[in-house]
């Protein structure tokens, strides 16, 4: 193995690190005036498409108030609640009130594990 040694009188140069420059801007004032127009167009904003979707429950919510709605009897038997609104839906008279009567429908109104919870709760 070869060991190199430096004389003492030698110079190191010492590196002199320069603060980082800005990136250049990426639009330039050239090319807003080139695409100004299309990025400032009317866009839809996400407050609008929430503010169109409650309009649209709010009028679901309005024709349901004034609708009349009756059971009818299939097979000598009334039609139950998730048939009723099946029947609205295939009808198109109302969009959001089924969703809403299957979620609800779909939550069990007992369960074993409530009660055990209650249960141990009142012990």
């Known amino acids: 193995m070869t060991t190199v040694a430096m004389p003492r009188e ?3 140069p010492v590196a002199i690190y320069e603060p980082l420059r800005a990136p250049p801007t ?3 004032e050239d090319m807003m005036e080139c695409f100004g127009d299309i990025i400032h167009e ?3 904003a996400p407050e609008a ?3 169109m979707n409650a ?3 709010d009028e679901e919510l309005e024709r349901r108030e004034g609708a009349a709605m009756s059971i009818q009897i299939n097979d000598n038997r009334p039609e139950t609640v998730l048939e ?3 029947r609205q ?8 009130f089924p969703l ?3 979620i609800l429908f779909a939550i069990p109104s007992s369960s074993a594990q409530i009660k055990r919870d209650f249960g141990t709760a009142g012990q």
Request: hydrophobic fraction near 50%; proline fraction near 0%.
């Open 100 to 102: 809403v009567t299957r």
């Open 89 to 96: 839906v295939d009808n198109g008279t109302f969009k959001f």
């Open 84 to 86: 009723v609104w099946k």
């Open 10 to 12: 030698a110079n190191i």
């Open 55 to 57: 309009a649209r429950v």
């Open 26 to 28: 990426l639009f330039s």
């Open 42 to 44: 009317e866009r839809v």
């Open 49 to 51: 498409i929430n503010d």
